[in-house]
């Protein structure tokens, strides 16, 4: 009986593991109600990242910002665009022509303002950036316009 009791200890303990495991080797997801991020966000922040707004044009503290290091999400610090992409697309925004990993940008059809635009959200939080455009330089053709306070900054070492 006392030898039975341990290999279920044991067994429950090899699945602990496992399951721990697997949380670790895959890209966590962020969630939070909206409740929740409105408490851990500022007033300008949650209208931006979490009710898709859009702060004016040349306001932002990264539109000209010019130091090397990598861009990361202000909700949950996901690492989005490095500076080597970033730059001066004279819109105002921060614009990269491409991010630092495909899969952590989502993309999503936007049909607000009776324009058909591609939203972008932090793969991770699923928080708003910004939109796409297809203007943006070689090689990709590509700009990803970002809210700087969708954004924050980790200056490279
Ligand atoms: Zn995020």
Redesign the pocket.
């Known amino acids: 009986m006392r030898y039975f009791t341990a290999l279920i200890i044991i067994l429950i303990i090899t699945l602990y593991g496992q399951e721990k495991q697997d949380k670790e080797t895959m890209a966590k997801k962020?969630t939070k109600s909206e409740s929740e991020w409105a408490t851990c966000l500022m007033p300008d922040e949650y209208r931006v990242?979490r009710e898709k707004g859009t702060e004016m044009a040349f306001t932002g503290k990264y539109f000209n910002h010019k130091d090397d290091g990598t861009y990361?999400?202000?909700?949950?610090?996901?690492e989005?665009f490095s500076s080597n992409t970033k730059y001066d697309s004279g819109t105002g925004w921060p614009s990269f022509y491409a991010a630092l990993d495909k899969d952590r940008v989502l993309e999503k059809t936007d049909n607000a303002l009776g324009m058909i635009r591609t939203e972008i959200?932090?793969?991770?939080?699923?928080?708003h950036?910004g939109h796409l455009f297809p203007d943006g330089p070689r090689p990709s053709g590509l700009r990803y316009c970002v809210n700087s306070i969708s954004l924050d900054f980790k200056k490279a070492e």
Do not use: G, P
């Open positions: 962020v990242l990361i999400c202000a909700a949950c610090d996901y989005l959200l932090c793969a991770r939080c699923e928080s950036l």
